[in-house]
């Protein structure tokens, strides 16, 4: 086989990232979302775009400036194909993205608000921006001159500034940084208050740029530097001799230095100005990136005053549901012992039911420990008050804080601290492996045994994600699961891998090799002619080994659905080689972040959830968990969930042979499938369907002990009468008809 036939069965990282954001810059040009939700997947696109430069883009220049050769090991791209790709895919993407954003702000006009500049708004709007400039900006500007006497400044990480090239004595550059402190957004009404007009700030402090230098400009540009976020921690982080947590506050000062990896501007620059620009940020011309909307998007999560109220520019509000069967109030740990496994499913289901057992073990007697790994944590979190509450309740609380949880280190740092000021046990994992596991173990005592109460979640402990993302936490009361958890602590804390588990799949050393065997069992059903089927939901696929795998199951016969939201490496459907593999991706109003892995079907399907995607670094450098599905309702939820997954029409994307993502076409008369709206309906029809069981059951007892309390008075009666004559006939009381008989 051919190089060229060996490649084809893989999928360059970048691309496939670059791909992935390409269908969330899909859902803003939608026309059938929102408008307000449009402008908010613009945000995102420029936001996940902003990242992946920090970090990929990043990593690459740095493995660059190491060795130059380097190929990728899937596609074959070199370092510089690799970003010749990534820059011409960017450029192609602005530019859909610039259109989208006007489309979205030209809509806007109908609800009377409209984006003005200088050169469009009306003598009564300059009046009132110049107003506003003249007293409330200007005494704030703190512009430079660049030239052979001032330095070239050094330009933060993402943030904005105005540059101009000012005409004096000699030709020069100015420079006046766009403060974070601004209100980024400035909203100007009309006299009746039915028109409403907004500028950005930055356009506002271009236009006074001669005023603020006293000089003729040249030209004027809006500019932003991204810098490398990709910070190579190891050697410092896991020096035995210091502190992980200082040193970790002290890369994290050195991030926002780090060597640029892309400049973006708003409008085209004299050539002599862009490679000024491109010398002094060691950018070649091909990291410059000319855009056509603003260069930070991220006002448009905020929406806008006034249209905010307005529902028919959001999605209708949907509200998390409290788990079918179970009771408020009532003791979670008394619930989940009866009950066995209860299964959360976020956003479907709030987050209240875990916090809840949190809060209720801080101050249950009978509780005596609590084990949790903790990686990004919501602001002012609950769960971590809970910890607190705990440990100062004489709990023992053991926590593993992930410190290099990236761009959430310095939130971590603040939450070990607060956390150890309690008197709870901190450790920061093991070396050169991060602990992206989301696992909790409560021990306590109920008649004089220990018993256990575990949750294994596919989603961080953060309640603000637990509103966005779709995630899956399941909470077990089974004996075994809980001893495995407790054997991952441990070994957690003496800084080694727990290498032998059963119910439990714990990376690095028991979760690759299961998955592979599993996979190998499908393909020998498949060989032997028998039904075989694997079914994979997972945000990133990209491990060769487990991708050559499901070729290998592929190529034996076993039907391979995989759900991946971004990165897949796989390509699908070669004849011969991946032809019997189908990859499907959802790109929807919620982040789909849950990981499901089922191979088998009926009874021998053998199901799992866990924190791990099928990534190298999940694999093999991170401790991850996953844990295996017994109970049969949960099991059954599980499969309806994908059922549903698989049956979008509305948010779900194919790919072909060729790489490419396309949704499935539906028929005018075929109903809209939207899955996670789907999803919704289906959890509170579950509700539902047990609230009615238990009314039916309450209405029934009602009945029973009416009829039982109707039956019971009859026969008091009767004791009664009896009663009443036994005593007559003991006096010598008898009713005159009485005697007459005798």
Known sequence: MSVNTVQCRYINREKSWLKFNERVLEEAEDGGNPLLERLKFIAIFASNLDEFFMVRVGSLFDEYAVDETIVDSKSGMTIQQQLDMI????????????????????ALKIYHYE???FSTAEPWLVEKMDRYFQTELLPLLSPQVINHRHPFPFFNNKELYIGVRLKGQEEHVGIVPVSPCFPRKMTFHSADGQQHYFTLIEDMIAHYMPQIFNEAVEESFVFRVTRN?????????????????????????????????????????????????????????????????????????????????KRELHNEPLYALQPAGLERGCSMIGQIAEKGDLLLCHPYHSMRPFIDLLEQAATDSSVISIKITLYRLATNSRIVNALVRAAENGKEVFVVVELRARFDEQHNIDCSKKLEEAGCTVIYGVEHYKVHSKLMVLTY????????????????????????????????????IGREAVEVFKNLSLGKFIADTHYLLVAPKCMKQPLLELIDKEISYAKKGEAARILIKVNSLSHKELIDKLIEASQAGVEITLLVRGICCLQAGIPGISDHITIHSIVGRYLEHSRIYSFGEGKRQQMYIGSADWMSRNMDYRIEVAVEIL??????????????????????????????????ERMEQEAVVDSQIQLFSYFEKKAQKVQNKKTTQKREQKKRNNHKKIANDKKEKERKKVKEKQKKEQYGFIRKKDKRKK
């Not at 820059?87 to 030209?106: H, K, P, T």
């Not at 000024?276 to 929406?303: A, M, N, T």
């Not at 953060?462 to 077990?476: Q, V």
Request: proline share 1%.
């Open 87 to 106: 820059f011409n895919e960017v450029c192609r993407l602005s530019q859909r993205l610039g259109d989208a954003y006007q489309e979205i702000i030209s």
């Open 115 to 117: 984006q003005i500049n």
């Open 229 to 309: 976020g990709d910070m190579d921690m190891e050697d410092e982080v896991y020096d035995e001799e210091i502190d992980w947590r200082l040193t970790m506050e002290q890369l994290l000062k050195q991030r926002n230095k780090q060597a640029a990896v892309r400049l973006q501007l708003s409008r085209p620059v004299r050539k002599e100005t862009w490679q000024y620009l491109c010398d002094k940020l060691h950018l070649s011309e091909r990291e410059v990136v000319i855009e056509s909307v603003p260069l930070d998007l991220s006002f448009c999560f905020d929406g806008f005053e006034g249209l905010n109220q």
């Open 445 to 480: 005592r109920k008649h004089n045994k220990i018993q256990y109460i575990t949750q294994i979640g596919t989603g961080n402990y953060n309640e603000k994600t637990a509103n966005l993302y779709t995630d899956l936490s399941l909470i077990t009361a089974h004996e075994r």
């Open 631 to 664: 109970d049969h309702n949960v099991k059954k939820t599980l499969n309806q969930m994908l059922r549903l997954y698989l049956s979008d029409n509305k948010k779900l994307r194919t790919m072909d042979e060729y790489g490419h993502y396309s949704r499935a």
